[in-house]
């Protein structure tokens, strides 16, 4: 019989910063530093960024993950997402996760997308109640979802902006996960580099087109 032994119990992940982004000089590279919205958890380096465009939220034109064009349900990286968790149609609330849910504040406009139909404009949040229910949270919208919407075609709800990529992410950061979610400072690369495309995340080829950048056997390049 063994007493007293501790069980390991803390995980770092495995390390990913020692490899490299760029093929070209990062001096080189035209940089701005960003204030990355809060909620999104960890963001890593390469990662394609877009901006919040609710102008009247607070949090407008800060930095958040560009949402890919696809939407199988399947993507490997959906950090701009929140799935919808419950089936809401012909109401202006909107069921998500509660980590998810400090992805938004009051204010922020967002809109609801899923695989089979058009993105519908769910307009500004009124209200998140993240108390009334422990295994999710109800979003509340100023316009309501529509039927073709549902977690049967992994329906999600996103920022306005988040389907136009402006840049690339160029350090990993931590954003932060629910309630203690405090977003970051960050540098976004804007243009004249060379990355190697295996670093970079979620870049689509609409994200492509938007940063006006091409590829190049194993490397993409940003004008």
């Given at each position: 019989?063994?007493?007293?032994?501790?069980?390991?119990?803390?995980?770092?992940?495995?390390?990913?910063?020692?490899k490299?982004?760029?093929?070209?000089?990062?001096?080189?590279?035209?940089?701005?530093?960003?204030?990355?919205?809060?909620?999104f958890?960890?963001l890593?380096?390469?990662?394609?960024l877009?901006?919040?465009?609710?102008?009247?939220?607070?949090?407008?034109?800060?930095?958040?993950?560009?949402?890919?064009?696809?939407?199988?349900?399947?993507?490997?990286?959906?950090?701009?997402?929140?799935?919808?968790?419950?089936?809401?149609?012909?109401?202006?609330?909107?069921?998500?996760?509660?980590?998810?849910?400090?992805?938004?504040?009051?204010?922020?406009?967002?809109?609801?997308?899923?695989?089979?139909?058009?993105?519908?404009?769910?307009?500004?949040?009124?209200?998140?109640?993240?108390?009334?229910?422990?295994?999710?949270?109800?979003?509340?919208?100023?316009?309501?979802?529509?039927?073709?919407?549902t977690?049967?075609n992994?329906?999600?709800?996103?920022?306005?902006?988040s389907?136009?990529?402006?840049?690339?992410?160029?350090?990993?950061?931590?954003?932060?996960?629910?309630?203690?979610a405090?977003?970051?400072?960050?540098?976004?690369?804007?243009?004249?580099?060379?990355?190697?495309?295996?670093?970079l995340?979620?870049?689509d080829?609409?994200?492509?087109?938007?940063?006006?950048?091409?590829?190049?056997?194993?490397?993409?390049?940003?004008?």
């Amino acid at each position: 019989m063994t007493v007293g032994r501790d069980i390991p119990s803390v995980l770092f992940g495995a390390q990913d910063e020692y490899k490299h982004l760029y093929e070209s000089d990062p001096r080189a590279a035209l940089k701005l530093p960003v204030t990355l919205q809060s909620g999104f958890g960890q963001l890593k380096m390469g990662t394609a960024l877009a901006v919040n465009t609710s102008s009247s939220s607070t949090n407008y034109n800060k930095t958040i993950p560009y949402d890919q064009s696809a939407k199988t349900g399947a993507e490997a990286s959906a950090d701009a997402r929140a799935y919808i968790v419950q089936d809401g149609a012909g109401t202006t609330s909107v069921s998500v996760t509660i980590d998810d849910s400090y992805k938004f504040i009051v204010g922020d406009e967002i809109q609801a997308i899923d695989a089979d139909t058009t993105s519908a404009d769910l307009g500004a949040i009124t209200d998140i109640d993240r108390t009334t229910y422990p295994t999710r949270a109800v979003i509340t919208t100023t316009n309501a979802l529509s039927s073709g919407y549902t977690t049967a075609n992994f329906a999600y709800v996103a920022l306005k902006g988040s389907d136009a990529c402006v840049g690339i992410l160029e350090k990993s950061v931590n954003t932060g996960t629910g309630a203690n979610a405090q977003g970051a400072i960050a540098t976004m690369v804007l243009g004249n580099a060379i990355f190697r495309s295996g670093m970079l995340t979620n870049v689509d080829s609409a994200a492509r087109t938007d940063l006006s950048a091409s590829t190049y056997g194993a490397f993409t390049y940003m004008k």
